[in-house]
Each structure stands twice: as C-alpha cells, then as structure tokens.
C-alpha cells in the first residue's frame, strides 16, 4: 500500500482506466453479481457483521445505532464496528471481507462503492461488487485554508486564492497542494469543483494530494498543504489550534449535496438478506435519532469518545449543533448549511446522485466515458432494499421518495446537473480532463 496515496502500490490513474473500461460494458450486469436474493421469511440468517468507519461525524448513525441499541433492538447482537485508518484501508477491508479478516460494510464516500465495483480502484483492477443501501448524510464538510492566506478571507470566490497560490509557487519552486481523502471521493469531487469553477486547474494549477481525514490538521500544520476538504471535526479543530479557517461549507457549493453513504459486500447482502435489512433499519433509526436537535449535544459527546473520533467535545459540538464560526469572523447560528442525517431525504439513496459522482468521476479522468453508468447504478444502488426497510419502520408514506431522481440539481457557479441529460452538464465545464477507455 501507497500511504501517500491510498492506493494500491501498483494503481496509476492509466490502471483506474483500464479496470474501469474493462467493466464498461455489460459485464458490469452480468455475472460479477449474484442474482438478488429474495428472503423467504423473516429469520435472520446470521446476526454477526463487521462495519468500518473514518473518524468523522458523519459517521454518527453507526456510533449511536451501536451506543443506543439500535442494532441489538434489530436483532444484529453481534456487530462489531471498527475503526478505519483511512479510505484506503476501508476499500481494501472490503474486498478482503469479514471472513478473510476484512469488514463487511461501512461508513464510506459515495463514490466508492461504484469504484470498488468496478475494480477502478482496486489492486490488479479485480472487482468486488458493492451495494449501497443508504445515504448517511447531506452536507456538512467543508473546505479550509491555511492562515497563510488569513487576509484574503477565501470564499466561494477563490480568484484571489489562486492569484497567491501562482505566486507562491513562483517564489518557491516548489508545488502547492489541496488536500482530499481519497481519489475520486467526495471531497476529492468537492474541491475540484471549487477550485475549477474559479479558474483553477486541479490538474495542472495546483498539486492534488491525499491525506487521511484524521491527519489533516497537523499536516497543514507543518505546511504540507494550502488547502483541503473533510468532514468535522479536523476543520473546527484546525481553526481551534490557530492553524487556519474554514473557507465554506460544502452545502454552499451545492445546496443538501449527497455525502457518505452505508454499504455493504453484494455478497453479504445476498446471502443474508434479512441481516441486512436489520442492520440497514438500525442505522436508519438512528438517523432520525441523530437529526433530532435535542439529541444533537450528546450527538457531539457519543463522537467524541475515545473508540469513535477520539477529539475534544469542543472541536465538535459546534458544528454538529449547526452553528458555524468561519475564523474570520463569519458567524453563522443554526446555519441551513448545516449537515442532515434524516431531514430533506438524507437518508435515501437517489440513483440521481449516483450518476452525479459517476459524472465527476469521469470528468477527472479516473472513468471511463463509455461507462454504462445506468446498468451499474442499477446493480450497486438498493434503493428498493431502503424503501422496504423504510415502510418496516413505519415511516410515513410522504417521506418515502417515488422517483430515483430528486430531479435537475443547481450548483453556486450557475451550472445545472439535469439527471436526463449528463453530457450536457460535462460539456458545459471547462475545465475538465476527460479519458477515453
């Protein structure tokens, strides 16, 4: 394993391509994937799993769906929830399984499943076929910069930023670096499209680099980046430890984006079809336990523990209560940017959002264009296992979506993602770094 990169030793952006145009076609729904299995009664197969998680908080709902019984209340009495060390650990825990030591589920960035599945991003691009059964959250990361730059206040207007990053780079020689968590990842996705949407190449401007989550601070606080993009609580941590400021929230660059999601092995959820819906219905209640603001304080404090995020109270409870103090003298109460765990559909996973990420993914390069993207959003996304699950749990019939879409979705630069339509939004971003298989 590359530590630097969370890949493989041997995964080249060339290797991405390669596995992923191998499966572009309809191998992708052909045999990879065990015919859904449809349970016969109500018993459940196996009451054991194995979920993995990064230190963040959004990963709560598995926290308090552990803290607060909600696994056992499903009859799951033997879930075991591990902590990660990176996204690269998760991926590869995944495609070795519980069985071989590895982990059945996890706390993961939406993308990653579908590149998992397709093996883009895999040792010797061999798949491990990834189902998502629900979103975990909307919203709430956020980009930082370091107090380098302290006086321009960088904003959703990086113009400025960029101009200094140029001259730094000048005077040093040396390259300028923003920090995400895992190639092809939400916050890889998140900071490309800030970046790119002032002008900034992602692939040529500035230096891409990949950190995991809980090493973020004090990365930046020995210069290794300018700049990056996670979950709390490193970005609050970092204004608390004078390190720098929080440039935006990532809901303000696309209002209520999709963030992490819960998956699972195909094959876990195939053979233990029943298992999978419990452990899907505890996570479940424990988002709308989750999104209850009188529950959000112990929300911080469940987080805060040792076994789960390990930081002080102070670094999260902010922020997972909505409230918002930038470091610039930005001050936001009760912010409408605030993350969602159940509120506004958090929970649902719509196929929409998934050929969003797909989208990004190839329009940095890391899929390829002739990707059957419809074919393999059906296969990994289980919306149809969330909507039973949902209707199990007595969840009124309003909050349940009928359609995959949540339909034309709209981003602060002005540009339109129209779910019909994909090539339409790729061909109106300018920069771009597109790959042919």
């Given amino acids: 394993m590359d530590s630097k990169s969370n890949k493989p030793a041997n995964l080249s ?163 300028v670096n923003a920090a995400m968590t895992f190639p092809g990842g939400t916050h890889d996705m998140w900071i490309r499209y800030w970046m790119a949407a002032g002008g900034v190449d992602p692939t040529r401007d500035i230096s891409t680099i990949v950190v995991p989550p809980a090493q973020m601070v004090a990365n930046m606080k020995v210069g290794s980046m300018d700049t990056f993009c996670v979950c709390e609580p490193w970005n609050r941590q970092l204004i608390n430890q004078k390190i720098g400021y929080t440039a935006l929230t990532t809901s303000e660059l696309w209002m209520n984006h999709p963030e992490k999601s819960f998956a699972m092995r195909a094959d876990y959820v195939d053979a233990n079809p029943n298992s999978a819906k419990a452990l899907l219905k505890a996570i479940m209640e424990a988002q709308m336990w989750c999104e209850d603001p009188k529950n959000r304080a112990e929300v911080a404090e469940i987080c805060s523990r040792r076994r789960w995020i390990n930081a002080p109270v102070a670094d999260i409870i902010d922020r997972v209560k909505g409230d918002f103090d930038y470091g610039t003298g930005r001050v936001e109460a009760n912010s409408k940017f605030q993350m969602r765990f159940w509120k506004d559909n958090a929970s649902y996973p719509f196929q929409s959002h998934d050929l969003w990420f797909l989208t990004e993914n190839q329009r940095w390069g890391y899929l390829p264009m002739n990707l059957d993207t419809k074919n393999l959003i059906a296969k990994v996304n289980r919306e149809d296992m969330w909507k039973t699950a949902a209707k199990e749990l007595g969840v009124s019939a309003k909050d349940i979506p009928t359609s995959t879409s949540r339909g034309v979705e709209k981003f602060f630069d002005g540009k339109v993602f129209d779910p019909a339509k994909p090539k339409a939004y790729l061909d109106s971003l300018a920069i771009k770094y597109l790959k042919s298989a």
Wanted: aromatic share 6%.
């Fill in 13 to 175: 952006r060339r290797s991405v391509i390669k596995g992923a145009a191998a499966l572009a076609g309809a191998s992708i729904t052909g045999s990879l994937w065990p015919a859904i299995a449809s349970a016969q009664n109500t018993a459940l197969e196996t009451k054991a799993a194995k979920l993995g998680f990064i230190a963040l908080t959004d990963a709560a709902p598995l926290f308090v769906a552990d803290e607060k019984g909600f696994f056992k209340k499903h009859g799951m009495t033997e879930v075991e929830v591990v902590k990660q060390s990176s996204w690269g650990t998760t991926r590869d825990n995944l495609v070795l399984g519980s069985k071989s030591n590895g982990i059945d589920g996890a706390h993961i960035l939406t993308p990653m499943p579908y590149l998992i599945s397709t093996g883009a991003v895999t040792a010797n691009n061999v798949p491990t076929p990834m189902y998502i059964l629900a979103r975990l959250n909307l919203g709430g990361q956020c980009i930082s910069v370091a107090n380098e730059y302290k006086d321009l206040k960088v904003g959703l207007d990086n113009k400025e930023f960029k101009k200094a990053l140029l001259a730094k780079r000048l005077k040093t020689g040396k390259p």
